[in-house]
């Protein structure tokens, strides 16, 4: 029974690792890398001219010998010159920059969340997955956003525009739920990412339709009755000046 249970199992991992690499979804599905015609180590890729003079300045905060420890920042500037993603040449490249081999590259972008290895949108949706925004709806917000688009989690629309994706806490709890949005339109020099806070199924779509016009709809909360972090309808505490403290000269106390 055992014997024929790991069998079966055997049978669907080895099916799974023959489907396409974007069509995975499973957790491991982006610790490996499989060579494809647009992502293998023996397409060229380098910085552009402008940023590698942002190269220079990223790497003139390290000292000299210590290189690597610009690993994030440089795969960061990477990702926004490659669309969004990195491909295993843009990888490799930044492991030459600062001279290490490029497994140490490697497990730096496999670990952290922010680097994609798969091609993205140039509109990536990410929606907090975390607990507080999940208690104020944040599956409904991806459900939304799944829907409008027509695709799956991670999937790229037919046009290139839009890509959905996950992230688990942004930070922002008081404000759920909430969605951030890095924008790769227009390169590294325009990439910016942006925080939508205390947003509905209605608010998402009408964001996405403003992006897909070309606007830059207003970021922060989406909640007109708040300012910022504040209560709805303004403070109900602190509402004076603090007062000071009654001996500020602690030895004399």
């Known amino acids: 029974m055992l014997r024929r249970l790991a069998a079966q199992r055997f049978i669907e991992l080895r099916q799974a690792?023959?489907?396409?690499?974007?069509s995975r979804s499973f957790s491991t599905?982006?610790?490996?890398?499989?060579?494809?015609?647009?992502?293998?180590?023996?397409?060229?890729?380098?910085?552009s001219a402008k940023n590698?003079?942002?190269v220079k300045e990223i790497l003139s905060h390290y000292p000299s010998n210590y290189k690597q420890s610009a690993v994030i920042p440089l795969l960061d500037l990477a990702q926004q010159q490659h669309g969004g993603w990195l491909s295993v040449s843009a990888m490799n490249h930044v492991a030459k920059v600062i001279e290490v081999p490029p497994i140490r590259v490697y497990e730096v972008a496999t670990f952290y969340s922010m680097f994609n290895r798969?091609?993205?949108?140039?509109?990536?949706?990410?929606?907090?997955?975390?607990?507080?925004?999940?208690?104020?709806?944040?599956?409904?917000?991806?459900?939304?956003?799944?829907s409008h688009l027509g695709v799956k989690r991670n999937e790229v629309t037919k046009d290139g525009l839009f890509s959905v994706g996950e992230m688990e806490c942004m930070g922002s709890c008081v404000n759920a739920p909430m969605i951030t949005v890095a924008d790769y339109s227009n390169g590294?020099?325009?990439?910016?990412?942006?925080?939508?806070?205390?947003?509905?199924?209605?608010?998402?779509?009408?964001?996405?339709?403003?992006?897909?016009?070309?606007?830059?709809?207003?970021?922060?909360?989406?909640?007109?009755?708040?300012?910022?972090s504040g209560?709805?309808?303004?403070?109900?505490?602190?509402?004076?000046?603090?007062?000071?403290?009654?001996?500020?000269?602690?030895?004399?106390?």
């Open 17 to 22: 690792f023959r489907q396409p690499q974007a």
């Open 29 to 47: 599905a982006l610790n490996y890398h499989l060579d494809s015609p647009d992502n293998n180590p023996d397409l060229p890729w380098e910085f």
């Open 52 to 54: 590698k003079e942002k």
């Open 118 to 146: 798969t091609k993205v949108g140039k509109y990536h949706l990410l929606v907090c997955g975390t607990t507080p925004c999940m208690i104020r709806g944040s599956r409904e917000i991806e459900s939304a956003l799944l």
């Open 188 to 228: 590294s020099e325009g990439y910016t990412y942006n925080y939508y806070e205390d947003i509905t199924p209605k608010r998402v779509v009408e964001i996405v339709e403003a992006l897909r016009r070309g606007e830059k709809p207003p970021r922060g909360t989406q909640n007109a009755a708040r300012i910022n």
């Open 231 to 253: 209560p709805e309808g303004g403070n109900t505490t602190l509402l004076g000046e603090p007062k000071p403290p009654p001996c500020r000269d602690l030895d004399a106390c």
